[in-house]
């Protein structure tokens, strides 16, 4: 009986702490009753850079540089990796969205060249565009852009909905428990 008391108390603390790291978990809690649509495109990595583990959607982490106008996330299989991640955020940007996957050499960012703003359909502003995840984005407007950068996966899928390179199938084991 007392076995059990300790696993009642170990678990959860090991939990807490990040050791046992559970795919899927966000360090925000989403309201689960809400339908969400099936996720068939993610436009980022697919491949966590700490585990090399499948990505979960719900785990990322925010990349900025405010100053070049280069936004983007790097997504996770959990969030208890952020923590290692975010020790090299500009090594991991550069990584993903800034490096070909096939030669390794340096990639200037894909402009999708759209010229409808993608957040209210007007017609584009030349010096209205930030990166995001290695693609350059073009808006009517910067409250447009910065709108975007609050939930921006919608908004590309209208921008590249039948992109094959960032076609996603989520893990169908994404609720075990990984250990790290």
């Known amino acids: 009986?007392?076995?059990?008391?300790?696993?009642?108390i170990a678990i959860p603390a090991?939990?807490?702490a990040g050791i046992i790291c559970v795919p899927g978990y966000a360090e925000e809690k989403k309201d689960k009753t809400a339908e969400?649509?099936?996720i068939t495109h993610l436009y980022g990595n697919h491949s966590c850079p700490v585990t090399g583990e499948p990505v979960v959607p719900d785990?990322?982490?925010?990349?900025e540089n405010k100053e070049k106008g280069i936004f983007g996330r790097i997504y996770l299989c959990c969030m208890p990796c952020a923590k290692k991640a975010k020790k090299n955020l500009d090594e991991l940007y550069n990584k993903f969205y800034r490096t070909d996957p096939k030669t390794g050499k340096a990639?200037?960012?894909r402009d999708l060249k759209n010229d409808k703003c993608p957040m209210s359909g007007e017609p584009v502003d030349a010096?209205?565009?930030?990166?995001?995840?290695?693609?350059?984005?073009?808006f009517c407007c910067k409250d447009c852009a910065e709108?975007?950068?609050?939930?921006?996966e919608p908004k590309l899928s209208k921008l590249l909905p039948d992109a094959k390179e960032f076609e996603f199938t989520p893990n169908p084991e994404g609720d075990h428990h990984k250990m790290h």
């Open 127 to 138: 010096k209205a565009h930030i990166e995001y995840n290695g693609m350059i984005i073009h």
């Open 107 to 109: 990639i200037e960012p």
């Open 14 to 16: 090991l939990f807490l």
């Open 147 to 152: 709108e975007f950068l609050k939930d921006p």
């Open 1 to 8: 009986m007392r076995k059990i008391s300790i696993l009642r």
């Open 59 to 63: 785990a990322s982490i925010t990349y």
């Open 36 to 38: 969400q649509p099936a």
